[in-house]
């Protein structure tokens, strides 16, 4: 029996950085949470443990908070670039790198009676997080702007109605219901150059106005409402994936309690939910290359 | 050797309810997670699994939908008084009630050219909750208001110097350091009447805008900056007590990479943490009774 | 209006410390979780920020590895006292020390034909976590032992009838329903000298024996019969405090299906869940001082 | 601009079910976590909303809870192929089923004199799940066992050296350390018909043993030993495939309190992590086709 080693990749997990800007009276700050992984030459480290092809993941690391300092992050796929491509060129048996980057957002506290931004007090502004993935290779370069835990809410506008009954079928249809969800996406861009805290903000208004102004028969519907905006609308972007979870909201029944309920008290169940993910693309769009290889793997 | 039972409480926790108020085109909703506990004649269920004075948990998350429907729930420090009033008063066995609930935070999504508010459609605000614990008894009702979750963070402003050292002592003396904290806290009312929005929103203020503009020589000192502030600023408070974790931010060492670092780049450690606690008080408040009992207990 | 400085503690916590004893071939290693709360005259760091009197968290972080080094670490409650006894008789200042620590375990992974334990090879059994807590003052030493998420189910001998009912109570009687919790236990010692280790096995065995033996009225009454049966047959013990939630596992309704259900397939429900919480001790116990204040405070 | 609809998938996730077999005085049962997820022809519910195709998440649903009930569980793997193969074959449109199962181990508690088992109270036997994930399709049927957070560590038999450095590494190498992780494993088997469960506690049992009696020199290698040792010694498995986090235990210097730590007093970082993933396969083994395509997608 002959075993071969598959597609592999190894790195640094969850590098946490917060890098302060001091140049003006008014600090500027980034939160970072920086993953690298590293793929190439490696099938010796595997089978025989030499460690010859290996850039220690400590170095990743190191890399990481020498390069927040040698020159400004800016933005999170610019600074994904810059680390991709040092691994991808610096290092021979290294074929391929890529950068995950989460990026949590904060706001200036207001303080005296104008409520003005302190200069260097802030508070988060939320859990959501900007996301960037950035990949390099010999044969090209990839970027996913994306954000995470975007979680929306509508009380009206939502029906689901007209779909496959079987034996094992107890939903009712329903011409109002809740629909909430935790939103995860990421987009690819057409190249790696962009404006692209220019490209996040109006990339995000554009799912949220969708959700909102969306009557949604379906959350497939609302999803593709939602991410085909961004394809018509942003010539930068040529792929969107999404991952929504529908947080189910229940009608109680209060009927035992000689009460009404219409659509007004609804008890919210963690789990199950269900799970609705779909890439959207432009027609003809280049591949996407490992763009969107999982990671983690598993 | 005789046994005794001691300090008992039983109850339903983590009620989780949407309540949709749709009487108008703009529609409100609130979002609670809502925690119940009571205590009083219970020595029998202990010994003899007699239910006889137990009333159902299943019929305190069945109260809290009712409620919900019977009357719009407002404040929630009102709803909280709402359901402990019922469970002392509609219970012989049950003497004590203790609710407790967490309250998420929503805004409108912005829509159209103007960015106005949609009416059903919404965004959550952020990870803060917005606490409310309340006990009802025979002897007294108390009522604490608080939050939960408020991530801060100051570039500047902060020092920690002159302290105690020893022969474990390494650390190093520091005028400049970021100062970051989740802040927990919650503050008791002096009554239980109140304009409990307008006092949340005051006394929210005052803890970020002293959390901003207080120079830190520790954070026992900004903690008792921020909460003090509220003491001697709003009548309705009498104390406050705030737990306040230390997350650490190190300056990275760069010198191996030949740059320097002046307080621009930190690397953020999740534990250990320091963790500051304390109570601060009106001087001659009353006492507060079971207020501050531990729920859970343990 | 005048502010006063009410109950506080400060210190680090959830210090991650892996301590190996290489003195034999077979490797033993323990794997904690510390934390430390200080509490005495600190008025003034609150007030005036003065860390005269402060101990730094960062100091009693380097105190658990030096202590760790310095003499075996041994039984978690005697690693609590070393600790608790080193800064109150250390530092003039500080009148209480509490510390807490969580103990995982692990085992030996078999190996071979005969299946022996591997002398440096180990897996996590399970995420069960034995817990110390130590409370060091000038007026005395208290010791509470105890676990965390031993999570247990019962698939017969468990009923809940007889209780009170109102208008809001749609609950049936049932004679045989899965009773599933997640136990916290933690029980104070009569003194600070014990053989520690025989001790908690004791004690646990008691705790899962009656959980499995008794059969159960109500989870009030497994609890009183758990934790009675500690204080009974164990004379180092004086109290027990227990916090169960009740898992619901509830009867899924097959019969649209056209299927009988006699309690064998069953829904599982993270949220809401029943909590029940009491304290159990010996008639005339001392009492308890500080041993049971809340750490975190909120 | 023209937009087309990409991969997708709906389902869905986190049913939690208790079976329970009381056939036998000795109570048997199972705890599973099921998600499934299925595609096919869905464009139309993406775009024009029509839910004629779909399947509603609802139904998912109670077909596990009905499929529990009508035949026994059995093994993981034999569940998610009943089910896979009645969601590809029972409604037209629907081309592909994803079946992802995670199983709690539990034991039961020890009573009496003896220590026997007790037939219906069980504890939880540690945090570790079994996993199976099973894909039907038109054109196959694929099967991959596996598991999650298997904690392991080694006090010694690791080293790290013969790595790369360039300008931005500081890590010296070493003989010995402290290798631990947590292992996430799945493994393709070539057929549909097995002996689930005794290749599973096989397949285990040698991931274990390589763990435990391979000497390391990298994290990457050790993967590989414990993963080629499941493709040489199991005829039934073609590929596997592990994630492996580096949980960083760091030596703690101890010199500044005049204290020597040979390897003995280690200090535990939770983040950032090393993170090891590769597939190991067997030369020639056939196509995966779906089997690994991420879960959620994103």
């Not at 030499?50 to 610019?78: C, H």
């Not at 950068?99 to 502004?125: D, L, Y």
């Not at 090209?140 to 995470?148: A, D, K, N, T, Y």
């Not at 280049?286 to 990671?295: I, Q």
Request: net charge negative; glycine share 8%.
């Amino acid at each position: 029996m002959s075993v071969v080693v598959g597609a592999n990749q190894y790195g640094k997990a969850e590098v946490r950085i917060v890098a302060v800007d001091r140049a003006t009276e008014s600090h500027v700050f980034c939160d970072l949470n920086v993953g690298i992984a590293l793929s190439g030459d490696l099938d010796d480290v595997h089978v025989t443990g030499s460690n010859a092809n290996v850039v220690p993941t400590d170095t990743m690391k190191n890399t990481v908070f020498a390069f927040a300092k040698q020159a400004s992050v800016g933005e999170i796929e610019e600074f994904g670039l810059r680390l991709g491509r040092h691994f991808v060129s610096g290092f021979e048996p290294i074929k391929r790198a890529r950068v995950q980057i989460e990026s949590s957002s904060w706001k200036r506290i207001p303080v005296g009676r104008e409520g003005r931004g302190h200069p260097h007090a802030f508070e988060r502004a939320g859990s959501e997080l900007r996301t960037a993935t950035v990949v390099c290779a010999a044969d090209g370069e990839w970027v996913l702007s994306g954000l995470r835990d975007l979680v929306v809410l509508k009380t009206s506008g939502s029906e689901f109605t007209g779909f496959v009954r079987d034996r094992y079928t107890t939903l009712q249809e329903t011409r109002e219901r809740i629909l909430s969800t935790a939103v995860t996406a990421r987009w690819r861009h057409a190249g790696v150059d962009c404006d692209w805290a220019a490209s996040f903000t109006a990339v995000r208004a554009l799912l949220v106005d969708r959700f909102a102004t969306t009557h949604s028969l379906s959350l497939q519907q609302t999803l593709h409402a939602m991410a085909s905006a961004v394809i018509g609308e942003r010539e930068e972007i040529v792929e969107v994936r999404m991952s929504m979870p529908n947080r189910h909201h229940f009608v109680v029944d209060l009927t035992p309690f000689g009460l009404p309920n219409e659509n007004e008290i609804f008890r919210v169940e963690d789990r199950p939910y269900g799970l609705i993910e779909a890439a959207i693309l432009e027609q003809g769009a280049a591949a996407a290359g490992p763009a969107w290889d999982p990671y983690p793997f598993l």
